[in-house]
């Protein structure tokens, strides 16, 4: 059994040699081998070439509106025209009705807001009330867009009647400050923004006194605490 095997595979090996059948199994190895590294190399080339596009794109400046968020927002510096104090109390009262803690008032954040305010809106007032200030359009209110209301109030921008107008009014919160632009001529806008520039300053002194001022009392308190202690030992 043993030497009709061999001669056999002698046989074969002659047949191929001399061309007279056909290697199949070396070929369909080797096709196996083809298919299993082309999508390899198909989804390199695939890869490669979605990032040379991307890169492409930041180059001409296409994919800049993606890295937009990345932008640190300061409603101090973006919004002069209103004190740390005001700007305090707009961000008190958007975190109060902030219900769900996400940092944005959705539409029943907002109908909640307006009800609780005295001033109920239809459903439609309400997606007015967020479109005429949203402007990332995410049909809800950041606390930026949140401000802009009370800019716009301030600028007389806002029908008493609005929506907007109604909920400037009735959130308590004085935005009656006049800013730069009113100002008649160029030398009262420089005074003006003079005075706000100090005024801005004067607060953070103010808000750090508080501060020293608060660390001293409770250095006082322990130190009074020590003492009694010390005497009953």
């Given at each position: 059994m043993a030497t009709?095997?061999?001669s056999s595979k002698l046989?074969?090996?002659?047949?191929?040699?001399?061309?007279?059948?056909?290697?199949?199994?070396?070929?369909?190895?080797?096709?196996?081998?083809?298919?299993?590294?082309?999508p390899?190399?198909?989804?390199?080339d695939?890869?490669l070439?979605?990032?040379?596009?991307?890169?492409?794109?930041?180059?001409?400046g296409?994919?800049?509106q993606?890295?937009?968020?990345?932008?640190?927002f300061n409603?101090y510096?973006?919004?002069?025209?209103?004190?740390?104090?005001?700007?305090?109390?707009?961000?008190r009262?958007?975190?109060?009705?902030?219900?769900?803690?996400?940092n944005?008032?959705?539409?029943?954040?907002l109908k909640?807001?307006?009800e609780?305010?005295?001033a109920?809106?239809?459903?439609?007032?309400?997606?007015?009330?967020?479109k005429?200030?949203?402007e990332?359009?995410?049909?809800k209110?950041?606390f930026r867009?949140?401000?802009?209301?009370?800019?716009?109030?301030?600028?007389g921008?806002?029908?008493e009647d609005?929506?907007?107008?109604?909920?400037a009014r009735?959130?308590?919160?004085?935005?009656?400050?006049?800013?730069?632009?009113?100002?008649?001529t160029?030398?009262?806008?420089?005074?003006?923004a003079i005075?706000?520039?100090?005024?801005f300053?004067?607060e953070?002194?103010?808000?750090?006194?508080?501060?020293?001022?608060?660390v001293?009392?409770q250095?006082?308190?322990r130190?009074?605490?020590?003492?009694?202690?010390s005497?009953?030992?």
């Open positions: 009709d095997e061999l046989s074969r090996r002659l047949l191929i040699e001399e061309g007279a059948e056909d290697p199949v199994a070396v070929d369909v190895l080797g096709q196996q081998n083809m298919s299993e590294e082309k390899s190399t198909v989804s390199a695939s890869e070439g979605a990032k040379l596009v991307r890169r492409g794109e930041l180059n001409e296409v994919g800049e993606c890295q937009r968020s990345l932008k640190v409603p510096t973006e919004f002069k025209e209103f004190s740390r104090n005001q700007i305090k109390d707009m961000e009262l958007f975190k109060t009705y902030d219900a769900g803690k996400d944005y008032i959705d539409l029943m954040e909640l807001m307006m609780k305010l005295g109920p809106q239809t459903h439609i007032g309400l997606k007015n009330m967020i005429e200030v949203d990332d359009l995410d049909n209110l950041s867009e949140f401000l802009l209301i009370f800019r716009k109030a301030a600028a921008e806002l029908a609005s929506g907007l107008g109604v909920l009735l959130s308590e919160i004085d935005v009656s400050t006049e800013g730069v632009k009113g100002a008649k160029f030398f009262e806008a420089k005074v003006q005075n706000e520039s100090n005024r300053e004067a953070i002194r103010q808000e750090q006194e508080d501060k020293k001022k608060h001293e009392e250095k006082q308190r130190t009074a605490f020590k003492e009694l202690r005497a009953f030992k």
